[in-house]
């Protein structure tokens, strides 16, 4: 395999000192500062719908489970699409992805904007999600190859902020945009931001990289689709199966799903040994260093992506808030992750990411715990305080694991180690979707979840929570098994 970054400065050597800060390439913070902005938006505009579910089924004449699709759909589309951003990061320059994706984005977008009904509504998110699919693996490799290994914690934390605060930060400004405005201005206001983005990266955006001569295998493709998109599918279907709606029995979807995956494994562990061009290249699982942080963000993301949906309804059930308090209730919790991720980009430059990582995991398993314990004796500012440390101490354990578990690997396997880990967060924002939101309405012991009682509610969430908190101890049992200092590329080159 052809380094695309043969420009990049050599790694470091490894020392229990710090070194001596360096500074970005001229031009570096621009491409960095542009591809994290055009991120947020495009994350954000994922996590949007949540919200307007309800709003849209009666403006849209659907059902629920309908209505589930708008979600659905994106979510699958990102599943079959981002184990693919390595080869086309290989393939194509870094401005002709950019701008190929974002203006896929924009049509997208607009097309939503402007939908009579929900196919073509439906069919604008699927494009949408087309252009999103490539941004974070983007800007995670861009940034990692940028990026001088003495500054490579703070700048990171922040780049890998992105993901972590579109998911708080959206349900809270769709809360309030819908307070004001029809839903259509959900996709009308994100509109200009894309252009400008747009515009800006025709004008600035630089190539880093080299193309290489990669080929595109199509069995990788349809094996991905199959594997990843059925997992999507049946871990999406689970919530909807506790509450009768669900259109298959979510396990034939979820088995068939098993084994594409397996089979997409396996074809690209013998597209590697055959000289071929596999999708992923499989060598980033040989480390330690990368699968065990892996699997800490899988947990992580579980509860990240599940409390996300069940706390409005918690606090429109036990405290009555409507949809614009809820939006000011979530919003704070962005404003702690960026930072919490900016002081804690510079702790792990100077001690690494275990002082990170350990306490916050600690914190955030007790802080889950202490949610669970909630009920409609408590005022919303216990409540509000609760989830500013659940967000402060996830925002501890988010930027550490991911800069720990890409720096463990070669300058060239950063495309694949930041697609493994975009599309691990898709399958666990999908898989905490379903088993909280099944939680919660098997601790409602009720039909409909739409209509509980305050007592049913408060049931439903420590149920919910009670879940969200063994998965937290899974993600904190993991912590101990993290290597004690960032792993050097030269070490990991070695293996």
């Known amino acids: 395999m052809t380094n695309t970054t043969s420009a990049e400065p050599a790694a470091s050597p490894p020392s229990t000192k710090p070194s001596r800060i360096e500074r970005l390439a001229p031009g570096s913070a621009l491409v960095i500062g542009l591809l994290m902005g055009s991120t947020f938006l495009v994350l954000l505009n994922e996590m949007l719908l949540g919200v307007a579910l309800p709003t849209l089924i009666t403006d849209l004449g659907i059902t629920p489970s309908t209505g589930q699709w708008l979600t659905t759909g994106y979510l699958l589309t990102l599943a079959v699409l981002i184990p693919a951003t390595g080869y086309v990061m290989r393939r194509f320059h870094l401005r002709t992805i950019f701008l190929t994706a974002l203006t896929l984005f924009i049509i997208g977008t607009a097309i939503a904007a402007v939908a009579p009904g929900f196919g073509i509504l439906l069919a604008g998110r699927i494009i949408q999600a087309a252009g999103t699919a490539v941004f974070v693996p983007l800007l995670m490799t861009t940034a990692m190859r940028l990026v001088p290994e003495s500054r490579r914690g703070s700048i990171m934390a922040l780049v890998t902020a992105v993901p972590a605060l579109a998911p708080a930060l959206g349900p809270g400004i769709s809360g309030l945009v819908l307070s004001f405005l029809p839903w259509r201005w959900l996709f009308i206001l994100v509109l200009p931001l894309a252009a400008i983005a747009l515009v800006l990266g025709a004008i600035k955006l630089k190539n880093i990289t080299t193309p290489e001569p990669a080929t595109l295998d199509v069995l990788s493709l349809l094996l991905s689709a199959l594997g990843f998109g059925s997992l999507i599918f049946g871990l999406a279907s689970i919530g909807e199966s506790a509450s009768g709606h669900a259109l298959l029995p979510p396990a034939l979807p979820i088995v068939i799903g098993i084994i594409g995956v397996a089979a997409f494994a396996y074809r690209q562990i013998t597209l590697r040994r055959r000289g071929g061009d596999p ?61 919490v991720s900016a002081v804690g980009g510079r702790i792990y430059d100077r001690f690494g990411p275990r002082p990170l990582i350990i306490p916050g995991g600690i914190i955030w398993a007790a802080s889950i715990w202490f949610l669970s314990t909630l009920n409609d004796t408590h005022s919303v500012w216990i409540y509000l305080a609760t989830y500013l440390v659940v967000s402060a101490s996830q925002a501890m354990m988010w930027a550490p694991i991911t800069t720990l578990a890409l720096s463990s690997l070669r300058a060239e396997l950063y495309p694949y180690g930041s697609a493994a880990f975009t599309t691990a967060q898709q399958l666990a924002g999908a898989a905490g979707g379903a088993i909280l939101v099944s939680a919660y309405t098997i601790g409602a012991n009720a039909a409909h979840v739409g209509s509980l009682s305050v007592a049913q509610t408060v049931d439903a969430g420590h149920a919910a929570f009670t879940t969200a908190f063994f998965v937290a101890l899974a993600a904190v049992l993991g912590t101990f098994f993290l290597v004690k200092r960032r792993q050097a590329p030269a070490e990991a080159a070695a293996q």
């Open 279 to 339: 999708f992923l290249d499989m060598r980033i699982f040989r480390t330690s260093s990368f699968v065990v942080p892996l699997l800490i963000m899988v947990f992580i993301g579980l509860n990240a992506f599940g409390i996300g949906l069940v706390l409005p309804l918690v606090l429109t059930g036990t405290l009555g808030l409507d949809t614009l308090s809820i939006g000011l209730f979530l919003v704070p919790g962005g404003a702690v992750i960026a930072i």
